[in-house]
Antibody, heavy 121, light 106 residues
């Protein structure tokens, strides 16, 4: 079955960096677009970034553009999110998500437990 | 970016009631819309995709409709386990989410 396991969250000071990882299993990772979505505690869902199946195309929310970088290693079945110049408003649970089946849309059936990033001095 | 506006932001209802949540997009999204249910401390759960297709295993009391810019999620005969927060999400151009609707017990 599809599993997505996020890791790398923690407490970090404003302005510092953090890298999140997502280990995928149960499907052919290199066939799917992947996304990061976040949710601040007690708040709504916010899409962060997506990366094409081969890693050649990347798109970002305006709120993270220029600070965050999404990447993937298809040989390791792993998705990454490099977060630089972190701000307090980046505090959130971060979820790694798989696109729908090829030919369908970007809706999210499989959710991991998320990893909490807390930006605080 | 496509903005999604959900209404109401919260509602109170009783077990057995029917409720409808609305999601309005800032442009035509051609039914590229999904609905999720989220309970406290849990990840969201996919209910509906392509505006009206029920995800496998989701009870038939949940239904989705709409087209163009206006979409609805209807829950018929609310059950105790349906009290939660609901989000719409468009995938017509990249991805964006509505602000959420909290369904509370009256």
């Amino acid at each position: 079955q599809v599993q997505l396991v996020e890791s790398g969250g923690g407490v970090v000071q404003p302005g510092r960096s953090l890298r999140l990882s997502c280990a995928a299993s149960g499907f052919i990772f290199s066939n799917y677009v992947m996304h990061w979505v976040r949710q601040a505690p007690g708040k709504g869902l916010e899409w962060v970034a997506l990366i094409s199946s081969d890693g050649s195309d990347k798109y970002y929310a305006d709120s993270v553009k220029g600070r965050f970088t999404i990447s993937r290693d298809n040989s390791k079945y792993t998705l990454y999110l490099q977060m630089n110049s972190l701000r307090s408003e980046d505090t959130a649970f971060y979820y790694c998500l798989r696109d729908g089946e090829p030919g369908s849309g970007s809706y999210f059936l499989h959710w991991g437990q998320g990893t909490l990033v807390t930006v605080s001095s | 970016a496509i903005q999604l506006t959900q209404s109401p932001s919260s509602l109170s209802a009783s077990v057995g009631d029917s409720v409808t949540i609305t999601c309005r997009a800032s442009q035509d999204i051609s039914s590229a819309l999904a609905w999720y249910q989220q309970k406290p401390g849990k990840a969201p759960k996919l209910l509906i995709y392509d505006a009206s297709s029920l995800e496998s295993g989701v009870p038939s009391r949940f239904s989705g409709g709409g087209s163009g810019t206006d979409y609805t999620l209807t829950i018929n005969s609310l059950q105790p386990e349906d009290f939660a927060t609901y989000y719409c999400q468009q995938f017509y151009i990249y991805v964006s989410f509505g602000g959420g609707t909290k369904v509370e017990i009256k």
